[in-house]
T-cell receptor, first 113, second 109 residues
Framework: NAGVTQTPKFQVLKTGQSMTLQCAQDMNHEYMSWYRQDPGMGLRLIHY???????DQGEVPNGYNVSRSTTEDFPLRLLSAAPSQTSVYFC????????????FGPGTRLTVT | KNEVEQSPQNLTAQEGEFITINCSYSVGISALHWLQQHPGGGIVSLFM???GKKKHGRLIATINIQEKHSSLHITASHPRDSAVYICAVKASGNEKLTFGTGTRLTIIP
């Protein structure tokens, strides 16, 4: 099993550009989440999904969109990149909610100039 | 006040020392996670617990629900234990996790 995969590992965007961060898992997990990690702060939830076709907002959803058309994939779209979105982004998956073991992807380091 | 507080923020110790990292939280929880983030950035789950104590190799995690406190212990610490250790809680009635800011551990040979 590959576990949770994320692409790209690194990305530099100019302000206003859009892009999609890819996340996939091969463990048949229902729950998938996107977090951002900023210096001095804990991981913050952006969006999450409890199954295919179902998504919901987390703590910091503004400027991001998600969709979940399959169990395996959960892409995160930046609509119009801003310097405040410079961060490290992690995708995670689990069989269920926070009472289940969490599996994290390797992360995407995004810089917006 | 953050829902999840970790202490210390930074910890440097000599190889072989016994290490304790603390996590306090302010809400009722149904689960607490300890995670490890290596210098390369990847995050792995170490423990998930809702009561008592769990042990895996040289790592031990304990939780006191009444005191809203958990500790992560590392026995016979080794330089490869150098990492950021993150505590996260699932509050009762909330399916999401809230994360602490992490404890950066450095073990000197």
């Amino acid at each position: 099993n590959a576990g949770v995969t994320q692409t790209p590992k690194f990305q530099v965007l100019k302000t206003g550009q859009s892009m999609t961060l890819q996340c996939a898992q091969d463990m048949n997990h229902e729950y998938m989440s996107w977090y951002r990690q900023d210096p001095g702060m804990g991981l913050r939830l952006i969006h999450y999904s409890v199954g295919a076709g179902i998504t919901d907002q987390g703590e910091v959803p503004n400027g991001y969109n998600v969709s979940r058309s399959t169990t395996e994939d959960f892409p995160l779209r930046l609509l119009s990149a801003a310097p405040s979105q410079t961060s490290v982004y992690f995708c995670a998956s689990s069989y269920g909610d926070g009472t289940y073991e969490q599996y994290f992807g390797p992360g995407t380091r995004l810089t917006v100039t | 006040k953050n829902e999840v507080e970790q202490s210390p923020q930074n910890l440097t110790a000599q190889e072989g020392e016994f290490i304790t990292i603390n996590c306090s939280y302010s809400v009722g929880i149904s689960a607490l996670h300890w995670l490890q983030q290596h210098p390369g950035g990847g995050i792995v789950s170490l423990f998930m617990l809702s009561s008592g104590k769990k042990k895996h190799g040289r790592l031990i995690a304990t939780i006191n629900i009444q005191e809203k406190h958990s500790s992560l212990h590392i026995t016979a610490s080794h330089p490869r234990d150098s990492a950021v250790y993150i505590c996260a809680v699932k509050a009762s009635g909330n399916e999401k996790l809230t994360f602490g800011t992490g404890t950066r551990l450095t073990i000197i040979p």
